[in-house]
């Protein structure tokens, strides 16, 4: 036994000592009872040990899961907690270094503390005031730093703005305001002045839906709103520093969009040749949109790594190429490190100008490490480099981990390269056995095994964020992947280069030719039956599951890994596990949703707005049951109205739902719960969700039960934190 566990210490012995059986003659029923306990252990932790090779990828995993634990707090901590933790997790890890073991724990303690106070320095960094109540027709000036050209409108965001009615110390540092498409737009950098009406940025539309309040404080912006009348142009300094950098390249991504419109008639096509150019999706028209969103392709109109990636690829070949051209620079110079350097550069001017969103940032990154193991003549395809990115990605935006894009880019990038781990080889091997033919096939199947890939890979992400699921993903972006890889990326980098010079239409033209092969894939596929479903949401539960699942699949090379399928599985199952609500009340009290006998959503108003267009997508319905009768049955026979208002039933339970103030002295003693829109103080029905409660607390979902009904708010959901502009 020792000999043997000796030999074994370089492969993780001192991992695997501690669970060696002991002798038959030792202990007694406990100790045997327990002996297929140690020996499960011992067989799990021989599986860490062989995989040791594979443990540098779970840093990141422990930085995000630290930085994930911190948003999931339900109270800001105390400004040391971090520093603390921290310290605590450095000093554990020196006192047991000499147990491997202990060691280890020690050391993923530490990775997730520091992920826990990077998130919280970034909270602290960002934190600005947030406007906490609305404002009309409030004088606003401010620096435009960006135009977001929209169907109709344009969105202005507007840095370090002064806002009448508002103290310095209330003003948040950036805000963004739609004006209409009829008065001209000003020039990035401009100063301006507009009368506007403000709003704090919106809170979520239910508990556990998208976060934008959240989002907008990581990105500065601290109110929303809209002009009835333009802009007026004000004198001013320019701008200076890393902000002069910023509105150049808004600038060019306004000269793109423009010089695109001149160049294509067609408003549809050149808003998509315009997004694919300047990473501007805004312009294009929602029913253009929901086709790309139905078949799959919403990813190819969303600037990603995949863009990235490929203009950087093209430029390396190309420069490759031009250099050896010439004998003397081929046998002289490190022409294929050279390409390598215009590659990095390539993606760094392509990610500035389409505005660094979070995707584009970790192709970057997995660019930069790509090219410069090349430069290095090392190998440029690991795991490692995803990594690698993913820290550094999470470092420079903890609060971006939480997104879509972020996870599904990572998704994707990842099971693809854990796929072709093992699949790399045996390619190989099958090239070197057949012609062009043969090749021509095996690059085909490759093209279908990376969609299919790509498309289970990213499909929970979209499950939990859009509860949507495209149906024929695969067969689409088997038609669009090579069309944008190998006409309309390569046309867009010409473009690039005849921009300066005003020539770029000739390439903007060919260019657009596959952008309309695109379109025309996604209204095609969008327009068959079954092209797409809503699904209900999946719970937050459900979702870690499929994460760590998912990572813990992808992670390891052992057996063992397959157990993280039955966490992506049971994750997947989740749905059907959790009740949706059976009624929805908005922030402001005016908009009501109610669940019918046939299990769909009826809501009180005929245009909900984003608000009910939410609940829906959520609820997995696409449409809302008939709307609410102004007196009468509705709801299938659970709901009753008249002029006052609307009494739901369920369950012996009942809940009325106020139209007019007059009838809360009738039913705040009738019912179980009462819900208004105005004051209800002095109610002393078992629930009361008004006003004041709604200003407090946000959205709420009610659940009806035999044994009365029960709330839960967007308050309840995620605390009071620094975003969530707690209302006086």
Known sequence: MTTERDGRRGDGGALTESWDDPPPSAGGPVARALAPLRR????????????????????????????????????????????AAVGGAAVLLIGLRRWLAAAILALAGLVVALGFLVAQAETARVAAPILTRE???????????????RPGAVRLTLRDPTISRLNPEETPKAVRIRISDRHPPPAPGAMVRLRASLSPPAPPAEPGAFDFQRRAFFMGLGATGFSVGGAETIEAPPVTGWSRVAVWFEQARGHIAARVAATIADPVEASVTAALLNGEEFAIPD?????????GLAHLLSISGLHVGIAAGILFYVVRALLALSPWIALRWPIKKIAALFGILSALAYTLLVGAPLPTVRSVLMT?????????????????LVAFAGLVTTALDPEGMLGPSFQMSFAAVVALIAVFERISEPMAVWRRGFGWFGQSLIYVGGIVLTSVIATLATLPFSLFHFQQIAFYGVLSNMIAIPITSFWVMPWSLVAYALFPFGWEAPAVIAMNWGDRAVIATAVFFAGLPWSSITVPAMPVGGFVAVVLGGLWLCGWTRPWRWLGLVAVLGGLASPALV???????????????????????????????????????????????DSWPVSGGGADGRLSCDALGCVYRLHGRSASILRLPDALDDDCGATDAVIAAVSARGCR????????????????ALYVTPDGVRADSVRDHRGDRPWTASRP
């Open 135 to 149: 404002l009309a027709g409030a004088e606003v000036t401010g620096r435009v730093m960006a135009v977001e050209r």
């Open 287 to 295: 029913a253009t949109m929901d086709a790309f969103r139905f078949s």
């Open 579 to 625: 009740a949706r609500p059976d009624l929805l009340v908005s922030g402001d009290g005016k908009l009501v949703g109610v669940r019918t006998a046939s299990g769909r959503l009826s809501l009180s108003a005929k245009s909900p707005g984003r608000t009910g267009e939410t609940w829906l997508q959520r609820d997995g319905t696409p449409q809302a049951a």
């Open 368 to 384: 930069g490490m790509v090219m410069g193991a090349i430069m290095l003549d090392r190998d440029p395809l690991s795991m490692r």
């Open 685 to 700: 029905a078992p629930l009361v969700i008004d006003r004041w409660r709604l200003r407090r607390e946000g959205a709420h």
């Open 40 to 83: 499960l252990g011992r067989w799990l932790v021989e599986e860490v040990a062989a995989d040791r090779e594979r443990w540098v990828l779970w840093g990141p995993v422990g930085f995000g899961t630290g930085a994930a634990l911190y948003f999931a707090l339900h109270a800001e901590p105390p400004w040391w907690s971090g520093l």
